[in-house]
């Protein structure tokens, strides 16, 4: 494993991306982390009269220039202000005081959005949640409060050290739950698991009506009242920036009844956690296409939700030639059953594809070669380890470039060869650079694909292309690999990925702003539906009825019908 250098996971970044939604913190607070607590339910919960002083950091201030960009230093803005409240009702006064004065506003969480959905300059206010970022248990909702400045490693600390559960969500710890849990959410626990909104109870959401008063309420996905409803099953999966600004996050698996312990998914005592490398020296075009379709079928026919093979997850990162190497990340709960075979036939399955089988050495049971290392380890320690090993995920001077699709099936053999051509090429683009294959399925699939927002129920796959560089002079470069990488795989069906039988559309946690370009997106299938398909009516009734005004908007949120 010495041969793959750190800097190569670039793609395990790729997980955990979200839209410019209300949430994600920008600091850790063990602190705020206290059992107990309550909620209102009441649908006009906190006015603006009632509200205090949140901090207001202005152009002038010494705090203003880390403020104003978030994780891709491609978008950056120049607000008038601001705003970071520690209160929902400090909230509303700042939302309040936006739409009375006609001035955009715009709302960051932990700031990995992808697009300028957050940071562009248009925007005069920005309502940075990063205080807001308790986790505690509410008895008034029996279920868990996550404020929606947290960020996924306090929510993780917080429900496993307090309660020893927790929620599936990604694998990048400093993102914000904000946009994460909006868009959907997932991670390596999710195909045991399902997706984060899955476990999502209720939400408080800051919303204008009308005549522009801003207030909030609190929606439930059982509330009494139908448009209540309505608004929080937008909140899974509709993505940020579009209804309201969200305040905090109730968790509770659904069917769950009793004591705290028992209302979410318990979090693994230990996991085996594996990594792979292989050298690009060593790959072939042919070894090369039977990997990735070996990875695709595998986790084709190893679907089926509560197995050990259908809690398998991984993440198969197709580095681009000039990094040195690809790379393949896998995680499986320790205590079920057959777990050591199960692994042991997945990681050998993946050297024998390239070509490349050895002999086998014994770590934990598991049968690894010398391109495969596996560690068993703690679950809240492997989950911190897997978020640190890449120091691209968490670096806030990148920039980047991505675009995504969902898949269905195993990746055709024509896409197969548009990748390999586009990863050996010789137009230098930067090392951080490639494509990554991120495993769905599994419980993920025994959801209906109208029970949420998110409509990408059966794929059994994301694929994220992406570029991470420093330097401005490299925009060009960067980004045009990847719309000529993009705009090749899935060329036969107009350069972006329509919904058919092999392909399902993007994922809006990857925001892409090119799908609504029709010099990228050549298809007859608007960029809306490419992301939410026959989901995206309900939600444009959702918008008129809650957000009329159209205050919360960016280049993707929804439309007002």
């Known amino acids: 494993m010495g041969d793959l250098k750190r800097r190569r996971f670039v793609g395990l970044g790729s997980g955990i991306a979200f839209t410019a939604a209300a949430g994600g913190g920008l600091a850790t607070a063990p602190h705020a982390r206290a059992a107990g607590g309550t909620a209102t339910t009441a649908a006009t919960a906190v006015t603006a009269k009632k509200a205090a002083s949140a901090v207001a950091v202005t152009p002038s201030d010494s705090r203003y220039p880390d ?15 601001v705003v970071l409240p520690r209160t929902t009702a400090e909230v509303v006064t700042a939302v309040q005081e936006a739409v009375t004065g006609g001035k955009r506003l715009s709302v960051c969480g932990g700031g990995h959005c992808f697009e300028d959905f957050v940071f562009n300059a248009d925007v005069k206010v920005n309502i940075n949640m990063g205080l807001m970022n308790a986790v505690s248990f509410d008895t008034s909702l029996n279920a868990f409060k996550v404020g929606a400045g947290a960020t996924l490693l306090d929510v993780y600390e917080a429900l496993c050290e307090g309660w020893g559960v927790t929620i599936p969500a990604g694998i990048c710890h400093s993102v914000g739950v904000g946009g994460h849990v909006t868009g959907g959410g997932y991670g390596n626990l999710s195909r045991q698991y399902g997706l984060t909104v899955d476990h999502l109870h209720a939400v408080e959401v800051v919303v204008v009506d009308a005549s522009g008063t801003a207030r909030s309420v609190v929606a439930a996905r059982d509330s009494a009242d139908s448009a209540l409803r309505d608004l929080f099953w937008a909140h899974t999966g509709g993505g940020g920036g579009s209804f309201g600004v969200v305040t905090a996050f109730w968790f509770r698996t659904p069917g769950t009844t009793g004591a705290a312990e028992a209302l979410l998914p318990k979090a693994p005592s230990k996991i085996f956690l594996t990594l792979a490398g292989w050298p690009w020296e060593k790959v072939t075009q042919d070894g090369f296409s039977r990997l990735v379709a070996y990875w695709g079928t595998w986790f084709e026919e190893h679907n089926t939700p509560g197995t050990t093979a259908g809690s398998l997850y991984s993440w198969l990162m197709l580095n681009h030639r000039d990094s040195g190497s690809m790379g393949a ?19 050998a399955g993946m050297d024998a594809a390239l070509g490349l089988s050895s002999a086998t050495v014994r770590h934990d049971g598991v049968l690894d070669s010398q391109y495969t290392s596996t560690r068993l380890m703690p679950w809240l320690r492997g989950t911190k380890y897997i978020g640190a090993i890449s120091p691209t ?5 990148t ?26 090429s010789t137009d230098k683009p930067s090392t951080m650079t490639g494509i990554v294959l991120s495993a769905s399925g599994g419980r993920i699939a025994s959801v209906s694909s109208t029970a949420t927002a998110v409509a990408q129920r059966d794929a059994i796959m994301k694929v994220n292309f992406e570029s991470r560089w420093y330097d401005k002079a490299d925009d060009a470069l960067n980004v045009g690999w990847i719309r000529e990488a993009f ?32 010099a990228f ?4 299938v608007a960029w809306h539906d490419l992301y939410w398909k026959q989901n995206y009516a309900r939600l444009q009734q959702v918008k008129r009825a809650w957000d009329p005004g159209d205050v919360f908007h960016h280049r993707q949120s929804i439309r007002l019908p």
């Open 487 to 518: 705009g090749a795989v899935y060329g036969d069906t107009g350069g972006v990925p329509v919904p058919n039988d092999v392909t399902d559309g993007c994922y809006i946690n990857y925001p892409d702003g090119d799908l609504s370009d029709p």
């Open 393 to 397: 995920q968490l670096d806030p001077t």
């Open 399 to 424: 920039r980047g470039c991505h675009k995504s699709a969902h898949l269905r099936r195993r990746t055709p053999q024509a896409q197969i060869d548009a990748m390999y051509t586009h990863l050996t």
């Open 67 to 81: 403020l104003i960009s978030g994780n891709n230093q491609r978008w950056t803005s120049s607000p008038d202000k």
């Open 521 to 524: 997106n050549r298809s007859s």
């Open 329 to 347: 990340v896998v995680q499986l709960d320790a205590s079920l059953p057959d777990a050591t075979s199960v692994l042991s036939d997945f990681l």
